[in-house]
């Protein structure tokens, strides 16, 4: 298949490629050369002409709740009053405590759709449901592997329920990140578990040495509010990623998520460590965390992705916060250029995610790509084509999505999937939830 748009984003961040376009063949990028010659080299190809398209490498979701869809609209009689009340009185009592297979799966399958539909064609998802364990991750990957997306799965395993429930949760990402290797596909697994305020120095030490035997990643939030940078000062003496460098753990198999609330001295010991981080602009803003100091992060050379945090999951609205929050948080509308942002949403996320060969479009690579109309109000030309994409485009604008060579969504239809089921499905889920009794 030969796949022929106006514009080709091949490597995100550097100019696009006027009339250039890719060949796919099986599960990778084969080819990518100026449409003429991709014409004339593969005469027999099934052909994608794509006028006033750009073509993008998919984006990478990396940091979503994929459960957290059944939190919205959840009936609340006020709003928690900061972020420790959001988990202590909302977060954990009303939504996680409560989850079972079932509402995973059923808002795993809904989200999907809207990740899809929005060009994403990687994500990584942390579940915590200690009332889910065993067998949660297991279910959930039946459902993303209909959906034919590539996800990265965990369980986020803490001691805040007991010491046993913690053992629970480490052995539920073991024992996924082995069984996803014996089936291989597009599913895969990392280690996880959740702060410094709801584990032990030995657990958290534990999870790395898991992490570092089955060699993954590990996973945790960081700093996502002043409430983890209060405890650890106040219970270790230091601020949380200072405590992780005491401890031996802060190096490049950590994956920190959030880091909003972070020092001048947290930030240099993750660009010595080469600790990654992933970015959420939005649900930040939702929990009146702050604003990440992702500014800072990448001029200190930290590997950065974007996330949806499973709050807003048309990608194109994460990709707009973070070119705008950062502006307005720095007075300064030249921090975070279209094409930086553009960058941490597709190789940047894969990068921080561990995964090779994803979020670029060149040969060799992985066929995960988004089709996008740009025929935008204003001309769509080389100089502005990724303020054009960043500001005024959104999902509506997705023509076709592929992952691995298999074309997922095509006109805003994510293929092989009753949307209406589906949907019908997440509103059962979500209502049983919000009717639970604590």
Same mark, same amino acid.
């Given at each position: ?126 579940? &915590?449901?200690? +009332? %889910? @364990? ?7 990957? #039946?459902?993303?592997? !209909?959906? $034919? ?78 409430? &983890?940078?209060? +405890? %650890? @000062? ?7 990623? #200072?405590?992780?460098? !005491?401890? $031996? ?98 190789? $940047? ?90």
């Amino acid at each position: 298949m030969i796949i022929l748009p106006d514009f080709l984003i091949d490597v995100p961040g550097q100019p696009p490629r006027l009339g250039w376009g890719v060949r796919v063949k099986g599960d990778i990028i084969d080819a990518v050369a100026p449409n003429a010659e991709l014409r004339s080299r593969f005469p027999d190809d099934e052909v994608i002409d794509a006028p006033g398209c750009t073509l993008s490498p998919g984006f990478v979701n990396a940091h979503a709740h994929l459960y957290g869809l059944l939190a919205h609209g959840l009936p609340l009689d006020k709003a928690p009053s900061g972020f420790w009340p959001f988990l202590e009185e909302f977060w954990w009592p009303l939504v996680e405590d409560r989850l079972d297979h079932e509402m995973i799966c059923a808002a795993t399958d809904a989200i999907l759709l809207e990740m899809l539909r929005s060009g994403v064609t990687t994500v990584y998802d942390c579940t &915590e449901a200690p +009332y %889910a @364990l065993p067998g949660c991750l297991a279910a959930q990957a #039946e459902v993303v592997r !209909r959906r $034919g997306i590539r996800a990265i799965l965990s369980f986020e395993a803490t001691e805040r329920v007991s010491k046993e429930n913690g053992q629970l949760g480490l052995r539920e990402n073991a024992d996924f990140i082995r069984a996803c290797r014996e089936e291989g596909g597009l599913v895969s697994g990392l280690m996880c578990f959740h702060t410094t305020f709801s584990c032990s120095a030995e657990f958290i030490q534990q999870a790395h040495r898991l992490g570092e035997e089955l060699d993954v990643l590990v996973h945790m939030h960081c700093s996502e509010g002043v409430h &983890e940078p209060e +405890y %650890a @000062l106040q219970h270790f003496g230091v601020r949380p990623m #200072e405590y992780y460098d !005491r401890l $031996g753990v802060a190096g490049p198999r950590m994956l920190a998520s959030q880091c909003v609330q972070m020092s001048p001295r947290e930030i240099e010991i993750m660009a010595q460590r080469g600790v990654k981080m992933t970015h959420m602009p939005l649900s930040n803003c939702e929990v009146g965390a702050g604003i990440a100091p992702v500014p800072e992060l990448v001029e200190a050379g930290v590997t950065v992705g974007l996330g949806s945090d499973g709050y807003v999951n048309d990608f194109y609205e994460v990709v707009r916060a973070t070119f705008l929050i950062h502006k307005a948080h720095k007075q300064d509308p030249r921090v975070m250029p279209a094409p930086l942002v553009w960058r941490l949403a597709t190789e $940047g996320g894969a990068q921080a995610l561990g995964l090779e060969k994803v979020g670029r479009l060149a040969a060799g690579w992985q066929a995960d790509l988004q089709l996008i109309d740009t025929r935008t109000p204003t001309p769509a030309e080389a100089h502005n084509l990724y303020d054009q994409l960043v500001l005024w485009r959104s999902h509506v604008h997705v023509r076709m999505v592929m992952v691995a060579g298999q074309v997922r969504v095509r006109n805003g239809v994510v293929l092989g999937a009753d949307e209406e089921a589906i949907i019908a499905r997440a509103h059962a889920a979500a209502r049983r939830l919000w009717n639970m009794k604590g």
